[in-house]
């Protein structure tokens, strides 16, 4: 079957051929780094993780292009708020934001570009601009003429008359006030470079064209982003770049928003919540299912009782491994996924439909596992184990078992010191000879799963009760 998605500026879905054979190449807009993530930013990232990981297992050489905007108004007030530089809040966000990718599975990107390493770039693609008359200087910024291009808002499909283009303050000089900000002139103690049009700093839509342009050429495979982005963002950055001579995407992907009683979350609405949290309360592979099992295209509605149901519903197929396992030993995933999950992710990646062949498989192992078939166990956990490992959600891959190790090593730590309150009541029975209290500590310990050894050197404990 033909992998197919659907493409925002064409309003449907399409098959999707590649601009060059046996090769994708993918352009994700990513964070902007003036708050650590909630898993409403880390949703695309994650959405975008499977398709990646889909097309690697169709046999394409992925790039992946995913880039950190790291100057941009929201980082420049938080910067003047807390009386520190633009630049440290940046980067500290911006590591919140990777440790947050990596604790839900999200492999690394091909190429990570920051905005302010690639000012150069984004000079000479206004230069180019100016000289074509697409852009023009004013009062020390530099402005997309919309007029100049006859395609604009053909992606989010408005009408130019009936368009209110965002502005920033301090946008004075444009002919048009639809016309939108490529750079912006400096302000007295903000952040600036020097430019032929006068110091300033980028404008959020210029940024991403230059390195689309870099990263991937003039041409790409697929562009991709949250549906909030599609305008003004991705629009602007389609007139800009084909002003400028590139062909830019070829299609066009986007994520639906995590809600909160039906808003999108946002830390303006004061109902985020932050990955960093939710990693202390739920497991990163629950979070991760719980986040890519909805069509990529269809929004969340976040609840703690939607988060229980994701983690009833990935626990049931985790104690089927578990189970098949100990039945017929450690077995490897099978080399292909079940044709009924290739064809659900071949369609628009649809995740939902693909959990489900998951789930019947799941089915069908338990009922051979009570059967006693070991056959068809081991068959049964290979192609679970398949299918989890394309979507990155197999529970015995080393990544996860790895976090598994390290949480029981955390556990264990707590649990030694709490049986060691438990065993020096023990000892202070023993030493005024209430042996009769002392074993039945012992004996209670040993209810719970762990064995007391009395040694020279006083009591110790291990799991494996009497």
């Not at 197919?4 to 051929?17: E, G, H, M, N, V």
């Not at 990646?349 to 799941?362: D, R």
Request: proline share 6%; net charge negative; aromatic share 10%.
């Amino acid at each position: 079957m033909t992998l197919r998605l659907y493409d925002t500026s064409a309003r449907q879905i399409r098959d999707f051929s590649p601009l060059e054979p046996g090769c994708v190449s993918i352009y994700l807009c990513g964070a902007t780094v003036q708050a650590p993530p909630h898993i409403g930013h880390i949703r695309s990232g994650l959405n975008f993780d499977i398709m990646r990981r889909w097309f690697t297992y169709r046999g394409y050489d992925v790039t992946f292009v995913r880039n950190v905007t790291d100057i941009d108004d929201k980082i420049i007030t938080k910067s003047a708020e807390q009386g520190r530089p633009w630049w440290a809040i940046g980067y500290e966000n911006e590591r919140a934001f990777n440790a947050a990718y990596d604790a839900l599975g999200c492999l690394p990107p091909t190429y990570e570009p920051r905005a302010t390493g690639h000012i150069p770039e984004m000079v000479e693609m206004m230069r180019v601009l100016i000289d074509r008359g697409h852009a023009y200087a004013a009062d020390g910024n530099v402005y997309f003429d919309v007029r100049s291009f006859g395609d604009y808002l053909s992606l989010s499909n408005q009408e130019l008359d009936n368009l209110l283009q965002p502005a920033g303050e301090g946008e004075t000089g444009k002919r048009d006030p639809r016309d939108f900000a490529m750079w912006k002139a400096a302000k007295p103690g903000e952040p600036s470079w020097e430019t032929p049009f006068g110091p300033g700093r980028p404008g959020w839509h210029l940024e991403c064209s230059a390195m689309a342009h870099k990263y991937l050429g003039r041409v790409f495979d697929i562009h991709g982003g949250g549906v909030d982005l599609v305008f003004p963002h991705h629009e602007n950055e389609i007139a800009q770049s084909r002003a400028f001579g590139d062909g830019f995407a070829r299609y066009w992907a986007h994520n639906a928003w995590v809600t909160m009683s039906g808003e999108k979350m946002s830390k303006s609405l004061g109902n985020s919540v932050l990955v960093s949290e939710m990693v202390k309360q739920w497991r990163p592979l629950v979070l991760r299912y719980y986040l890519g099992n909805p069509h990529y295209r269809s929004t969340i509605e976040y609840s703690t009782e939607s988060l229980r149901e994701a983690e009833s519903a990935f626990g049931r197929i985790e104690g089927f491994l578990q189970r098949g396992v100990e039945l017929v030993g450690q077995t490897a995933p099978a080399e292909r996924v079940p044709e009924a999950f290739a064809e659900a992710m071949d369609d628009d990646f649809g995740v939902p439909q693909a959990l489900a062949v998951v789930h019947t498989t799941v089915r069908q192992g338990n009922a051979a596992l009570g059967e006693g078939d070991k056959t068809a166990v081991a068959a049964a956990v290979a192609e679970v184990r398949a299918m989890l490992g394309v979507l990155g959600m197999d529970p015995l891959d080393a990544p996860w078992t790895a976090a598994a190790t390290a949480a029981a090593a955390d556990l264990h730590s707590v649990v030694d010191s709490l049986v060691g309150l438990v065993l020096e009541q023990r000892q202070a029975a023993r030493a005024r000879k209430d042996y009769a209290t002392a074993d039945a500590i012992r004996d209670e310990l040993g209810r719970a799963g762990l064995t007391i050894e009395d040694t020279p050197s006083g009591p110790r404990w291990e799991l494996g009760g009497e």
